[in-house]
C-alpha cells in the first residue's frame, strides 16, 4: 500500500513538474519565417584561444560547413569561430537577434567588420551586465542589422570551461519575444508546480507518517539548489 502511494503521487507530481525544463530548441534557421526572410550559411572552425579576429578572418583556421548534428562539441578547451553570411533579399532594413547554445556559456562574441577595423559585441556569463548593450543585457542576444539587398558576413567566437554549443538561431525579434514569454511563462508555472508538490508531499509525510513523502519533498526542493 505504501509503495502504491509513493509511485501515485511521483506519476501525479510528474505531470506538474516538467513544464520549468520547457527551453527553447535551438537550429540552424531563420527566425522570420513569416516576414521578410534573411538566408543564411555557417561555417565554423578551432583555434587557440589567443587567436583574435584578425587572424580567423585572413583564413586563419580551415573552416566547414556547420552541420545540425555537429553542433555539440562537449567539453573543449579551444576557442571555436564560426563564419556567419546573412542575406537580406528584400528591399527593407531588417534586423535579427542571433543566439547560440545554451545560457552558460562563458563567452560569446560578435565580430562586424566596418572596412576600418571591427566592432565587438558580447554576451556570456563572463560578460558583466554593464559592458553588453540594452539588448544583450536585457535579453542576451546579439542583435544584427542588414541593409537592402545586401549580404554581411558576421563572426562568432565562442569559449567556454562547460560543454560547448554552437547551435545558432537567427531570431525575427518579435518571434524571439513571443518565444522567450512562452519559456517565461512554464518555467513559471512549472516552478510553482514544484512548490506545490513540495508543500503537499509534507503535509502527506505528517498526516500519514511516510518518510518516503518527506523524502520526496527534499528530492524536489533539490532543484531549488
Given at each position: 500500500?505504501?509503495?502504491a ?95 547560440v ?6 563567452e ?22 554593464i ?16 541593409a537592402?539587398?545586401?549580404?554581411e ?23 524571439y519575444l ?42 524536489i526542493?533539490?532543484y531549488?539548489?
Amino acid at each position: 500500500m505504501k509503495n502504491a502511494l509513493v509511485l501515485c503521487w511521483t506519476l501525479i507530481s510528474l505531470l506538474v513538474v516538467p513544464p520549468v525544463c520547457a527551453t527553447q530548441a535551438l537550429s540552424l534557421l531563420d527566425g522570420g519565417a513569416q516576414q521578410q526572410s534573411v538566408e543564411l550559411s555557417i561555417f565554423w572552425c578551432t583555434a587557440p584561444v589567443s587567436a583574435t579576429i584578425d587572424s580567423i578572418s585572413r583564413e586563419g583556421c580551415e573552416l566547414q560547413p556547420l552541420l545540425a548534428h555537429e553542433t555539440y562539441r562537449g567539453f573543449d578547451s579551444r576557442a571555436f569561430w564560426m563564419r556567419l553570411t546573412l542575406h537580406n533579399p528584400g528591399y527593407q532594413t531588417v534586423e535579427r537577434w542571433i543566439t547560440v547554445g545554451h545560457p552558460r556559456l562563458a563567452e560569446v562574441s560578435l565580430f562586424t567588420s566596418n572596412l576600418l577595423n571591427w566592432t565587438r559585441r558580447d554576451v556570456g556569463i563572463r560578460t558583466p551586465m554593464i559592458m553588453r548593450g540594452n539588448i544583450e543585457r536585457e535579453f542576451g542576444v546579439l542583435p544584427v542589422r542588414l541593409a537592402p539587398y545586401s549580404q554581411e558576413v558576421f563572426w562568432l567566437r565562442v569559449w567556454s570551461e562547460s560543454s560547448i554549443d554552437l547551435a545558432t538561431t537567427v531570431w525575427q525579434p518579435s518571434d524571439y519575444l513571443h518565444n522567450h514569454q512562452l519559456v517565461q511563462f512554464w518555467a513559471t508555472l512549472g516552478l510553482g508546480g514544484m512548490l506545490i508538490t513540495i508543500v503537499i508531499s509534507l503535509c502527506m509525510a505528517f498526516f500519514t507518517r511516510l518518510i518516503a513523502y518527506g523524502f520526496f519533498a527534499l528530492a524536489i526542493g533539490a532543484y531549488f539548489f
